[in-house]
């Protein structure tokens, strides 16, 4: 027993250099097998993927950032604007006179004015108004008896009355003048009518030699 070699089991140097010990290396084999490729494309395809909403993220944060900038208002310098001074140029102008042929010569036709007819209404002029009649007696249109009857007018003016005529059927009346106020004067005169109508006129003429005068007619019967 004693004389028989023991074997050793250790592993000897040559051995060790044929195997190599991989217990210490995590790193697992490399195959190359197809699961490892599509492995790999999937991760690339996911950091694209990342890069690319990174950059759509940081455009819209940046567009956002814009469109604050612009709603904010803000001052703006005022811009001057300095220009070099330029020197004018007068420009001479020369006329040329053409002549040009002379046109007729219109002469104006004469303008005919209306002729106005005269009007028992007082006219005003620079001096004053034309006196003119009031109260005629009897009353214009009315009926009286026949017989005794008192023909009278007064007159009114801006100036003092100087006379009242009176006329019945043509024929003057003698007639007698009182004032009744500053400005109003009374002309009567009393004679008789017959039946039928008959016309009086009455003729009122201020200190300033203006007249005004009224006509009117009444009845006188039985």
Do not use: C, Y
Not at 116 to 139: E, F, H, K, N, V
């Amino acid at each position: 027993m004693n004389g028989v070699a023991r074997q050793s089991t250790e592993p000897t140097h040559d051995d060790e250099e044929l195997e190599p010990d991989n217990r210490f290396d995590p790193r697992p084999l490399d195959d190359g097998s197809p699961g490892r490729i599509i492995a790999t494309m999937v991760g690339i395809v996911g950091i694209l993927l990342l890069g690319s909403l990174f950059w759509s993220a940081l455009g819209a944060l940046i567009g956002a950032l814009g469109a604050a900038t612009q709603a904010i208002p803000v001052s703006k310098p005022a811009v001057v604007l300095t220009l070099p001074a330029v020197q004018s140029t007068t420009a001479v102008v020369v006329a040329t006179v053409v002549p040009t042929a002379r046109l007729p010569t219109m002469t104006p036709l004469p303008t005919v004015e209306p002729t106005l007819a005269p009007t028992t209404a007082p006219t005003a002029d620079s001096a004053g108004r034309a006196p003119w009649i009031l109260l005629p007696q009897p009353a214009p249109g009315s009926r009286v008896n026949a017989g005794a009857v008192t023909v009278e007018a007064r007159g009114r003016g801006d100036a003092a009355i100087s006379e009242i005529r009176l006329e019945l059927d043509g024929a003057a009346l003698p007639v007698s003048l009182e004032q009744r106020s500053d400005s109003i004067w009374r002309g009567f005169a009393s004679t008789r009518v017959g039946p039928g109508q008959h016309a009086v006129r009455a003729v009122v003429v201020d200190e300033r030699g203006k007249t005004g005068s009224f006509r009117w007619t009444f009845d006188a019967g039985p």
